[in-house]
């Protein structure tokens, strides 16, 4: 891929994970699942606190079909949940959280199809989500994400996000918030 074009696909991917950040923390959920694929597949496996052996082997986040997730979901549950939410009476969204997602350390690592005319990238980045509900709750993840994305009629569309978090024990009281 010429230099230019590397940096024009760099820009278009980091203004397209600034808008999805941008249009979950402003509640705009119905265009934000627009920037989904309907085969998606979304998850946050757990991680194990394991010894340095562990960890170079790489089984520090659980990754088989039966091991536990915080979530594992397809485009149908995301609706179903952002339904939940605009119903006003969901018990762990009503008031709604106010949330930031900062997305930063975006790199594309992976490109499918011709050069100059990606159809689809692996996009590796880091990301916090600070997270503030009531008068005293506040939450906050930190770690990594590997999406994929796949272009569909000149714009992209996330099919399968993978969200690691730097933490072993979930301190928010739920996951009620999208991450």
Same mark, same amino acid.
């Given at each position: &891929? ?5 940096v024009? *696909? ?8 600034? *808008?999805?950040?941008? +249009?979950?923390d ?6 934000? +699942? ?9 998850? &946050?496996? &757990?991680?194990? $606190? *394991? ?26 549950? +995301?609706?179903t949940?952002?339904? %939940? ?19 930063? $350390?975006?790199?594309?690592? /992976?490109? /499918?199809? +011709? ?8 996009? @590796?980045?880091?990301? *916090? #989500?600070?997270? $503030?509900? @009531?008068a ?8 990594r994400?590997?999406?994929? =994305?796949?272009? #569909?009629?000149?714009?992209? %569309?996330?099919?399968?996000r993978? #969200?690691?978090?730097? %933490?072993t024990? =979930? =301190?928010?009281? @739920? ?5």
């Amino acid at each position: &891929m010429k230099r230019e074009n590397a940096v024009a *696909l760099r820009s278009e991917i980091t203004d397209f994970m600034s *808008l999805e950040a941008e +249009l979950v923390d402003t509640r705009r959920f119905e265009e934000w +699942l627009g920037l989904f694929s309907e085969d998606l597949h979304y998850r &946050m496996p &757990m991680a194990r $606190n *394991l010894a340095h052996q562990g960890i170079r082997a790489g089984v520090e986040y659980l990754s088989e079909p039966l091991d536990v997730s915080w979530f594992d979901e397809g485009k149908e549950t +995301l609706k179903t949940r952002v339904a %939940q939410i605009r119903t006003g009476v969901h018990w762990a969204e009503e008031p709604l959280s106010r949330t930031a997602h900062l997305v930063t $350390n975006i790199r594309i690592v /992976d490109i /499918d199809g +011709l050069p100059d005319d990606p159809t689809e990238i692996q996009v @590796n980045s880091k990301f *916090l #989500v600070y997270r $503030n509900r @009531n008068a005293d709750e506040e939450d906050t993840l930190i770690g990594r994400r590997e999406d994929h =994305l796949r272009r #569909v009629g000149g714009s992209w %569309q996330i099919f399968r996000r993978t #969200v690691y978090i730097c %933490q072993t024990v =979930l =301190l928010a009281r @739920n996951l009620s918030f999208l991450v």
